[in-house]
């Protein structure tokens, strides 16, 4: 099996990350995984990336620790995919399969609702992952749920606890949700790992999503 981490972070782009795009990717080769998607909190989550900027420089900024991962992977032989995780008043959506001339085509996603917003990444070819959907936190103010919104749930997430986690499969399930991992990894150290694997390895995230929505995968 072709192992793959769906949801991690870069310093480059997201504040409360400690290692960078090429240490993520560094990490990710050593325990012999093929490949990555850079899941970075996008302009409404935990950003490092200013506000006052033009969309075009913003959008330039946010795809940094995507472009480092990926450099460092192709000279040491990993595969880095681009993502990002979207945010809503703590609610978050790993948002995959469209890219940074989409985002540049796109300022229009950050006048939308959350569930527009869904709807329109879907619409243009994306999928919606609800990430750690029952996570509680002091800045949660509460559990928001989007069934009709989302392809999937992240039903393991490496850093949640068992209850969350639980819950979250609880819900995925009832509700025909593709069921989702990842690490949620933003230090490139983290002792336990979760993602997705495939039978052969994916070449771009139009399969990835492909293979997502088929079933084609398993968790771990
Ligand atoms: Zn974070
Ligand atoms: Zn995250």
Redesign the pocket.
Known sequence: MFKYET?L?TSEVSACANASGAAQARFYKSKGYTGIIV?DHFFNGNSTIPHDLSWAEKVERFCAGYENARKCGEEIGIDVFFGW?YSYKGS?FLTYGLDKEWLMRNPVIMEMDVNSYCDYVRDNGGIIIH?HPFREASYISMIRLLPRKCDGVEIVNSNRTELENRMAAIYAENYGMLPFAGS?NHTAAQERLNGVSFESPITDMADFNDRIKNKKYRLF
């Open positions: 949801h972070h899941t995780e978050d990430a949620d």
